[in-house]
């Protein structure tokens, strides 16, 4: 399947999830932090620390770490805090 | 830090009612200790939302007390500054208010509310709706009429208790964690010290402090006073992005807040936090000191903030609390001395406001304890008014 | 809203053998699962391979709800109401479902304990369990040059999953003596067989790749600008202080580190379970002090996974039972936790978290990464503000406020602070943040 990855498009499987594809990819860090804007990427891996979120289809605050890509998905890097578009 | 063995006020509760009566005390020179049966400002403090208001209060006595306390918040937080430095913040914050009515119907009881606060003394600005979305940008297009409160402000209510009461320990006062008071020893009648498990701190003056809890100490004390929980819930989301400005709630709200209904009332109260957050209160239930979840009033919390600000429909809510609000049969503070038991004093009753009211009630509590002259007219606040006195029970 | 039998919380092993023994007495089941597929840590499936193996070798009279977040636990008269929502993650688009049932079991789990240190919030820092989740469940590794460290065996598995996915493990640093520690219960050890039969497994894997495992050294610090480049490695005391002059630079693009779980008890709590330690007290068939509330597997205890699935399965009983099933004590099952809990006590007391680590942090080191609160900030408030209590050390610090309400800084904050009431940090009544449109149509 196809998606875009800050507009860039990329192959996926189904039953990946959005930061199986980005760390398969090479990319470790998809968000910045809303003080300091440092940049965070997977850090628990199973949905508990919310470091690793990104906005998927303009929803922003997904875990990457839990959401599994689907068809057309447009992901996108959260900068700091975002509100839903 | 050494512990204090008689004082010349003992202050039960170390809310921020507790703490606002403690600085008041000893900034008027008296030796204080504060107890409380838990941590400092883990109570109802910690659930209070810090909206210091002057919007949601009809004229009269509360909204006297209001205006005083609001004018003293700001010059007792700069003051506390000099004193201690840093421990005396409490992000103040005077973002002002903004009162939204959805429908024709709250509009006009919207706009003779705002023309009596006015005669009262209060800035309110009634605003056409399209002035209100230049305030709000993100307010609902529902919005029929609205009115500004410039005066309205928000602080940090743990911040601001913690703050009162690095204020009295840098006094030469004390504040003791995880001592509950189990009644008073009296001498002659009067008040000579407070109970404690395993033994009496002896004092001149005793100030029930005890938030929703003061009814139980009175009973204990041997002074019971009509003070019940009033339950509220409040939403917290997760950070967002500067979306609400002011203090935005509903017109409705004034008429919940004075409400005596035992059911369910909820109306939305959106404000933004220092961090980011937004926090949608509060509902108004009477259920004892259950504190059991209820799905049902988070909904409700949720529909309301959606009404006010349709953008946060897709916003994550990562959190819920609650608290239960002192209240009192007339829904006004009870500060002043038990006519019952020389050297008893309560301050509590505050219910929704005790944050705002905070300053105000020290320093009439502290002025009338030394015999001073009083800013604000003590008498609707006494103890022996109508309906709060009970009979001691055995 | 459907009144089920059973409702049990949870997908891995405890919660699957609590339903499935709960079906075998003819009880009809609901398992809830936030996974896509069932497992759970430990069972932790190949996400793009066809089905699932679990979810297909159910009993009939257990219906599995994939991708569905239990995220409030009401209580209401004799019953819990179990509120869910069904669908893609974290998506506006889920769809609510409320189950109401007089015998809920929560098997909700745990997730590894993380210290802080200089640069852990760099990104290449990860959990070991995210690096064993990535590599089991996602094929892929986190690193090509990765450090693992922490202390526990679960250590040795993470390594050798990464083996498997064509990473390089630098080395494992394990911060306590372990062979000591276990040398010190041979009885839990032994109890423990099945477990130490494994980790022979798995050191066999290390010692075919040559990986070197360094007791008493650890992680502590982590560099890098954008991401990790190196770590330092230090040798640690009895306290788990850094040995002057033992620091060495180790260059690796991964660290995975992992310093014991931490169970995932928002439901429990929200059930008004008592919790005793840190842990969800029950008793012998696993029922907690609320009535018709039983947990099972890493809520009650760290034991892995042949003690959770025992639990679950003495749990799924006693929970049918209080439906009316008519069961057969699971003996067996009983004397298995028995063991599996005397090497559980034995696991803890060879592998604690020493107070030495608060030192590797320094004074602008993140210690809350959602508020980036750091450790200065903390202590600063701490004292200034004389803060007795979780509840109010949250509110001053700011530290325990952001998305992941404290689970990730809960316990090292409390420590860092000195107060007690760690356990505070899990009272969650959301226990999964839920879009405000979603909870407007609950
Ligand atoms: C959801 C919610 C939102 C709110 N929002 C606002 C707002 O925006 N603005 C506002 O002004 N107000 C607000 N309030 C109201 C405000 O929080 C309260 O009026 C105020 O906190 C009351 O303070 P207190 O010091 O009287 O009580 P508490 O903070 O409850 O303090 C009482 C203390 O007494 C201690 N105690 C009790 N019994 C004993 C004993 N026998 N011995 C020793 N210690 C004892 C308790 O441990 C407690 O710490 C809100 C309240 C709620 C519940
Ligand atoms: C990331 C990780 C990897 C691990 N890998 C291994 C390993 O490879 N080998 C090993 O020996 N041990 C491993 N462990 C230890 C492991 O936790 C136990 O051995 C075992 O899996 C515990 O079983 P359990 O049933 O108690 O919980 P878990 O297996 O953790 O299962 C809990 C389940 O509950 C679900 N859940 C939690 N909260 C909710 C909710 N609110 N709504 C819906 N569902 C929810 C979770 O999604 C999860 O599927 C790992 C631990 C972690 C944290
Ligand atoms: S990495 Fe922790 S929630 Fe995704």
Same mark, same amino acid.
């Given at each position: 399947?196809?998606?875009?990855?800050?507009?860039?498009?990329?192959?996926?499987?189904?039953?990946?999830?959005?930061?199986?594809?980005?760390?398969?990819?090479?990319?470790?860090?998809?968000?910045?932090?809303?003080?300091?804007?440092?940049?965070?990427?997977?850090?628990?891996?199973?949905?508990?620390?919310?470091?690793?979120?990104?906005?998927?289809?303009?929803?922003?605050?997904?875990?990457?770490?839990?959401?599994?890509?689907?068809?057309?998905?447009?992901?996108?890097?959260?900068?700091?805090?975002?509100?839903?578009? | 830090?050494?512990?204090?063995?008689?004082?010349?006020?003992?202050?039960?509760?170390? =809310?921020?009612?507790?703490?606002?009566?403690?600085?008041?005390?000893?900034?008027?020179?008296?030796?204080?200790?504060?107890?409380?049966?838990?941590?400092?400002?883990? @109570?109802?403090?910690?659930?209070?939302?810090?909206?210091?208001?002057?919007?949601?209060?009809?004229?009269?006595?509360?909204?006297?007390?209001?205006?005083?306390?609001?004018?003293?918040?700001?010059?007792?937080?700069?003051?506390?500054?000099?004193?201690?430095?840093?421990?005396?913040?409490?992000?103040?914050?005077?973002?002002?208010?903004?009162?939204?009515?959805?429908?024709?119907?709250?509009?006009?009881?919207?706009?003779?509310?705002?023309?009596?606060?006015?005669?009262?003394?209060?800035?309110?600005?009634?605003?056409?709706?399209?002035?209100?979305?230049?305030?709000?940008?993100?307010?609902?297009?529902?919005?029929?009429?609205?009115?500004?409160?410039?005066?309205?402000?928000?602080?940090?209510?743990?911040?601001?208790?913690?703050?009162?009461?690095?204020?009295?320990?840098?006094?030469?006062?004390?504040?003791?964690? @995880?001592?509950?008071?189990?009644?008073?020893?009296?001498?002659?009648?009067?008040?000579?010290?407070?109970?404690?498990?395993? @033994?009496?701190?002896?004092?001149?003056?005793?100030?029930?402090?005890?938030?929703?809890?003061?009814?139980?100490?009175?009973?204990?004390?041997?002074?019971?006073?009509?003070?019940?929980?009033?339950?509220?819930?409040?939403?917290?989301?997760?950070?967002?992005?500067?979306?609400?400005?002011?203090?935005?709630?509903?017109?409705?709200?004034?008429?919940?807040?004075?409400?005596?209904?035992?059911?369910?009332?909820?109306?939305?109260?959106?404000?933004?936090?220092?961090?980011?957050?937004?926090?949608? =209160?509060?509902?108004?239930?009477?259920?004892?000191?259950?504190?059991?979840?209820?799905?049902?009033?988070?909904?409700?919390?949720?529909?309301?903030?959606?009404?006010?600000?349709?953008?946060?429909?897709?916003?994550?809510?990562?959190?819920?609390?609650?608290?239960?609000?002192?209240?009192?049969?007339?829904?006004?503070?009870?500060? =002043?001395?038990?006519?019952?038991?020389?050297?008893?004093?309560?301050?509590?009753?505050?219910?929704?406001?005790?944050?705002?009211?905070?300053?105000?009630?020290?320093?009439?509590?502290?002025?009338?304890?030394? =015999?001073?002259?009083?800013?604000?007219?003590?008498?609707?606040?006494?103890?022996?008014?109508?309906?709060?006195?009970?009979?001691?029970?055995? | 809203?459907?009144?089920?039998?059973?409702?049990?919380?949870?997908?891995?092993?405890?919660?699957?053998?609590?339903?499935?023994?709960?079906?075998?007495?003819?009880?009809?089941?609901?398992?809830?699962?936030?996974?896509?597929?069932?497992?759970?840590?430990?069972?932790?499936?190949?996400?793009?391979?066809?089905?699932?193996?679990?979810?297909?070798?159910?009993?009939?009279?257990?219906?599995?709800?994939?991708?569905?977040?239990?995220?409030?636990?009401?209580?209401?008269?004799?019953?819990?109401?179990?509120?869910?929502?069904?669908?893609?993650?974290?998506?506006?688009?889920?769809?609510?479902?409320?189950?109401?049932?007089?015998?809920?079991?929560?098997?909700?789990?745990?997730?590894?304990?993380?210290?802080?240190?200089?640069?852990?919030?760099?990104?290449?820092?990860?959990?070991?369990?995210?690096?064993?989740?990535?590599?089991?469940?996602?094929?892929?590794?986190?690193?090509?040059?990765?450090?693992?460290?922490?202390?526990?065996?679960?250590?040795?598995?993470?390594?050798?999953?990464?083996?498997?996915?064509?990473?390089?493990?630098?080395?494992?640093?394990?911060?306590?003596?372990?062979?000591?520690?276990?040398?010190?219960?041979?009885?839990?050890?032994?109890?423990?067989?099945?477990?130490?039969?494994?980790?022979?497994?798995?050191?066999?894997?290390?010692?075919?790749?040559?990986?070197?495992?360094?007791?008493?050294?650890?992680?502590?610090?982590?560099?890098?600008?954008?991401?990790?480049?190196?770590?330092?490695?230090?040798?640690?005391?009895?306290?788990?202080?850094?040995?002057?002059?033992?620091?060495?630079?180790?260059?690796?693009?991964?660290?995975?580190?992992?310093?014991?779980?931490?169970?995932?008890?928002?439901?429990?709590?929200?059930?008004?379970?008592?919790?005793?330690?840190?842990?969800?007290?029950?008793?012998?068939?696993?029922?907690?002090?609320?009535?018709?509330?039983?947990?099972?597997?890493?809520?009650?205890?760290?034991?892995?996974?042949?003690?959770?699935?025992?639990?679950?399965?003495?749990?799924?009983?006693?929970?049918?039972?209080?439906?009316?099933?008519?069961?057969?004590?699971?003996?067996?099952?009983?004397?298995?936790?028995?063991?599996?809990?005397?090497?559980?006590?034995?696991?803890?007391?060879?592998?604690?978290?020493?107070?030495?680590?608060?030192?590797?942090?320094?004074?602008?080191?993140?210690?809350?990464?959602?508020?980036?609160?750091?450790?200065?900030?903390?202590?600063?408030?701490?004292?200034?503000?004389?803060?007795?209590?979780?509840?109010?050390?949250?509110?001053?610090?700011?530290?325990?406020?952001?998305?992941?309400?404290?689970?990730?800084?809960?316990?090292?904050?409390?420590?860092?602070?000195?107060?007690?009431?760690?356990?505070?940090?899990?009272?969650?009544?959301?226990?999964?943040?839920?879009?405000?449109?979603?909870?407007?149509?609950?």
């Amino acid at each position: 399947m196809r998606i875009t990855v800050d507009g860039e498009e990329v192959e996926a499987r189904p039953g990946q999830t959005v930061a199986g594809v980005l760390l398969g990819k090479g990319v470790k860090a998809w968000r910045t932090t809303r003080g300091a804007g440092r940049p965070r990427g997977l850090f628990c891996g199973i949905g508990v620390c919310f470091d690793c979120l990104v906005r998927v289809n303009g929803v922003p605050d997904v875990r990457a770490c839990q959401r599994l890509v689907a068809e057309g998905d447009d992901i996108r890097s959260q900068a700091g805090a975002e509100l839903p578009s | 830090m050494s512990r204090i063995g008689s004082a010349d006020a003992v202050v039960i509760g170390a =809310g921020i009612i507790g703490a606002a009566c403690a600085e008041a005390l000893s900034a008027a020179g008296l030796r204080v200790l504060v107890l409380d049966r838990g941590a400092a400002a883990t @109570g109802t403090t910690a659930s209070g939302e810090g909206n210091v208001l002057l919007s949601d209060k009809a004229p009269g006595p509360e909204l006297e007390l209001a205006i005083a306390s609001r004018r003293r918040w700001p010059e007792l937080l700069t003051s506390l500054r000099e004193e201690i430095g840093e421990a005396a913040e409490a992000e103040w914050e005077p973002k002002g208010g903004l009162v939204v009515a959805t429908d024709e119907a709250a509009a006009a009881p919207l706009a003779a509310l705002t023309a009596a606060q006015r005669a009262a003394g209060v800035e309110a600005i009634d605003l056409e709706p399209d002035e209100a979305r230049n305030l709000e940008p993100h307010l609902t297009e529902a919005v029929r009429a609205a009115a500004s409160y410039p005066g309205d402000a928000q602080l940090q209510p743990v911040l601001a208790a913690t703050a009162l009461l690095a204020a009295v320990r840098a006094r030469g006062g004390e504040v003791r964690g @995880g001592t509950e008071a189990h009644g008073l020893v009296l001498s002659r009648g009067a008040v000579a010290g407070v109970r404690v498990e395993g @033994g009496t701190i002896p004092c001149g003056a005793a100030v029930n402090a005890c938030g929703p809890w003061a009814g139980h100490f009175g009973i204990a004390a041997g002074a019971p006073i009509t003070v019940m929980p009033r339950r509220g819930m409040v939403l917290v989301t997760a950070p967002l992005p500067p979306v609400v400005r002011r203090k935005v709630y509903a017109a409705d709200y004034v008429a919940a807040v004075a409400s005596s209904d035992v059911d369910l009332q909820v109306s939305a109260v959106v404000e933004a936090t220092a961090t980011g957050t937004v926090l949608i =209160g509060s509902s108004r239930q009477r259920v004892g000191f259950d504190d059991a979840l209820e799905v049902a009033v988070l909904r409700r919390l949720a529909r309301e903030a959606i009404r006010l600000f349709p953008v946060l429909a897709g916003v994550p809510v990562m959190r819920t609390y609650g608290g239960f609000r002192p209240y009192t049969p007339d829904h006004l503070p009870v500060v =002043g001395e038990d006519p019952r038991v020389p050297g008893l004093w309560h301050a509590t009753g505050h219910e929704g406001a005790g944050i705002g009211l905070a300053p105000a009630t020290g320093k009439l509590l502290a002025d009338l304890l030394c =015999g001073n002259g009083t800013e604000v007219d003590p008498a609707p606040f006494r103890v022996d008014r109508p309906g709060l006195l009970e009979e001691a029970r055995a | 809203m459907r009144r089920a039998g059973v409702v049990v919380v949870g997908g891995g092993p405890a919660g699957m053998a609590a339903a499935r023994a709960a079906a075998g007495c003819g009880v009809a089941v609901v398992l809830v699962d936030a996974g896509p597929k069932l497992g759970g840590q430990y069972h932790r499936q190949y996400g793009p391979a066809d089905g699932d193996r679990f979810a297909e070798a159910l009993p009939e009279a257990v219906e599995h709800l994939a991708n569905a977040t239990v995220w409030a636990v009401e209580p209401v008269a004799g019953a819990h109401r179990v509120h869910v929502r069904v669908g893609a993650v974290d998506d506006p688009s889920r769809v609510g479902r409320v189950l109401e049932t007089r015998a809920l079991v929560l098997a909700t789990g745990a997730y590894d304990r993380a210290l802080p240190f200089p640069g852990w919030d760099l990104p290449g820092v990860f959990t070991a369990g995210a690096a064993q989740a990535l590599a089991k469940g996602q094929g892929v590794a986190v690193g090509d040059r990765v450090v693992v460290a922490g202390t526990g065996p679960f250590l040795l598995p993470v390594a050798s999953s990464l083996v498997a996915v064509g990473a390089r493990v630098v080395e494992v640093a394990e911060a306590n003596a372990a062979v000591s520690g276990w040398a010190a219960r041979p009885a839990g050890a032994l109890a423990g067989w099945s477990k130490t039969g494994e980790l022979v497994r798995y050191a066999g894997v290390m010692a075919r790749h040559g990986v070197p495992y360094r007791s008493r050294n650890a992680v502590v610090a982590a560099h890098g600008s954008e991401w990790v480049e190196s770590v330092t490695v230090a040798r640690l005391d009895r306290d788990w202080v850094p040995v002057p002059g033992s620091a060495r630079r180790v260059e690796v693009d991964a660290v995975a580190i992992g310093f014991g779980f931490t169970p995932q008890m928002e439901t429990a709590v929200a059930a008004r379970c008592r919790i005793v330690d840190g842990f969800v007290e029950v008793d012998a068939a696993q029922g907690t002090s609320v009535a018709g509330v039983f947990a099972a597997g890493e809520l009650t205890g760290i034991g892995g996974a042949d003690l959770a699935a025992a639990e679950g399965e003495i749990a799924g009983l006693a929970a049918a039972k209080r439906v009316g099933a008519v069961v057969d004590p699971p003996l067996r099952a009983m004397a298995q936790v028995r063991s599996g809990r005397r090497f559980a006590a034995a696991l803890a007391a060879a592998y604690p978290v020493r107070a030495g680590w608060r030192g590797w942090s320094r004074d602008d080191t993140v210690v809350c990464r959602c508020e980036e609160v750091t450790k200065g900030a903390l202590l600063r408030a701490v004292e200034r503000r004389e803060v007795g209590a979780v509840r109010s050390l949250k509110l001053v610090s700011g530290a325990g406020l952001g998305l992941c309400q404290g689970r990730v800084c809960g316990r090292n904050v409390a420590e860092l602070a000195g107060v007690e009431d760690a356990a505070a940090f899990a009272r969650r009544p959301i226990a999964s943040p839920i879009r405000l449109s979603e909870l407007a149509e609950e």
